[in-house]
T-cell receptor, first 111, second 115 residues
């Protein structure tokens, strides 16, 4: 079952602006991961944040996790046209590496 | 380079025929792999867990006799869509967890079109 909700569903910004995507989930998690998917392609792992972490950075990416609110956010700073893609959060419960995906956010960065 | 290889990338088949999709882990061994399905403009839905040396575990609502999974070795899992119908047309993608770095790697996916 799909437990994650993401907002916005679609986001259109100008190159250079920041993009923020939010994800909420329903059950307890082991960790939360963000993935990127270009149209019709496979998923690229972006960043993993563990349930005992609150914030993590990787290059232009910043992820936060609030387990009390069961939510996470992905911030992409100084966006580029090449960042245009769908972004999904995915959680795995304590029973292994099965991922439950959010609905995804379609990001379009206009140059 | 790719960590997980999935083949074929695209396949078109006639209704009633069977199609096999392969998922290979190129860099590490995996006792468990996962198969997902993604319909256009939707998110990924887990279909089943492929277990090396034992039967696959299917998610609720997924027909095990229709979607045959064989985890032939520690680096290969196959998904066979049997007696395919147009409603089986979808994007099928596998994932392979790397226990050394806690990262789950995905294949490039396979587009199946049943005509």
């Amino acid at each position: 079952s799909q437990q994650g909700e993401e907002d916005p569903q679609a986001l259109s910004i100008q190159e250079g602006e920041n993009a923020t995507m939010n994800c909420s989930y329903k059950t307890s998690i082991n960790n939360l991961q963000w993935y990127r998917q270009n149209s019709g392609r496979g998923l690229v792992h972006l960043i993993l944040i563990r349930s005992n972490e609150r914030e993590k950075h990787s290059g232009r990416l910043r992820v936060t996790l609030d387990t009390s609110k069961k939510s996470s956010s992905l911030l992409i700073t100084a966006s580029r046209a090449a960042d245009t893609a769908s972004y999904f959060c995915a959680t795995d419960a304590w029973d292994g590496n099965k991922l439950v995906f959010g609905a995804g956010t379609i990001l379009r960065v206009k140059s | 380079g790719a960590v997980v290889s999935q083949h074929p990338s695209w396949v078109i088949c006639k209704s009633g025929t069977s199609v096999k999709i392969e998922c290979r882990s190129l860099d590490f061994q995996a006792t468990t792999m996962f198969w997902y399905r993604q319909f256009p403009k939707q998110s990924l839905m887990l279909m089943a867990t492929s277990n090396e040396g034992s039967k696959a575990t299917y998610e609720q609502g997924v027909e095990k006799d229709k979607f045959l999974i064989n985890h032939a070795s520690l680096t290969l899992s196959t998904l066979t869509v049997t007696s395919a119908h147009p409603e089986d047309s979808s994007f099928y993608i596998c994932s392979v967890p790397n226990l050394r770095d806690d990262t789950i790697y995905f294949g490039e996916g396979s587009w199946l079109t049943v005509v």
